[in-house]
């Protein structure tokens, strides 16, 4: 069965799932559009109107998390556990990083110094909790990669991009969870899977925002 994947440059939920294709060598065609001006096939095919969306022949799933498991059903070597409470035990770990993915976003948008500080400290709870986790096992569910863990390759990429442009390093404080990205980076084909100029379209969609981050 072909799989098309509707997608759009920078979107971190994207990036999880190309991510997991070209991890696993699983062919598809990518097609981008234009997310502000929609075209009347792809709002035909996805009433709900977001990216990703993995056309399957004549079907359309939706959510990269959902996205990620069926594309791993594809594969002959499951990056899920067999046994049904492990595999919610490890959806519960992919779902926690849409939360730091927001927060992460909303630090990025934020356009004063109070609601920058109150990003800051938001995300710091949640680091926290990662680096806990993190210390007990190398992946974000356990010592061997899992389907979990693409749902974290945005943040990290998304960190990359901007650390020249921070004046503070967020990972500061957390060397599990730095280890971590670099990790998940490091994985085959995962770099390769971020669109080309990745790193300065991002920064020039976020200027548009005028963030406080980039004005100290
Ligand atoms: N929960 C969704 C979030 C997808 C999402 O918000 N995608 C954004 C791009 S980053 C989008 O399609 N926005 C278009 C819109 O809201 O009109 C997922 O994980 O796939």
């Not at 999880?16 to 095919?45: G, H, M, S």
């Not at 996205?67 to 770990?93: H, M, Q, V």
Request: aromatic share 12%; proline share 6%; no cysteine.
């Amino acid at each position: 069965m072909s799989l098309t994947l509707v997608s759009y440059n920078i979107s971190p939920f994207v990036l999880r799932v190309t991510a997991a294709l070209n991890y696993l060598q699983i062919p598809f065609e990518q097609k981008d559009i234009d997310i502000i001006n929609k075209p009347e096939w792809f709002v035909k095919a996805n009433p709900l109107e977001k990216v990703p969306t993995l056309l399957v022949g004549d079907k359309v799933i939706q959510e990269s998390l959902v996205i990620l498991e069926y594309i791993n059903s594809l594969t002959p070597n499951s990056l899920l556990p067999n046994d049904p409470l492990e595999k919610a035990i490890n959806r519960g770990r992919a779902e926690f990083s849409n939360d730091v993915v927001g927060i992460f976003l909303g630090l990025t948008a934020a356009s004063t110094e109070e609601a920058y500080n109150n990003g800051l400290a938001e995300l710091k709870w949640y680091f926290d909790k990662l680096e806990n986790w993190l210390n007990q096992t190398k992946f974000i569910y356990s010592d061997e990669l899992t389907l979990a863990d693409f749902a974290y390759i945005p943040i990290f990429a998304i960190l990359q991009a901007l650390s020249p442009h921070l004046k503070v390093n967020l990972l500061e404080g957390y060397p599990k969870v730095q280890q971590y990205g670099t990790t998940l980076l490091a994985l085959p084909r995962v770099a390769a899977s971020k669109p080309e100029g990745y790193e300065q379209i991002l920064l020039e969609r976020i200027k548009t925002r005028k963030p406080y981050f980039l004005s100290v």
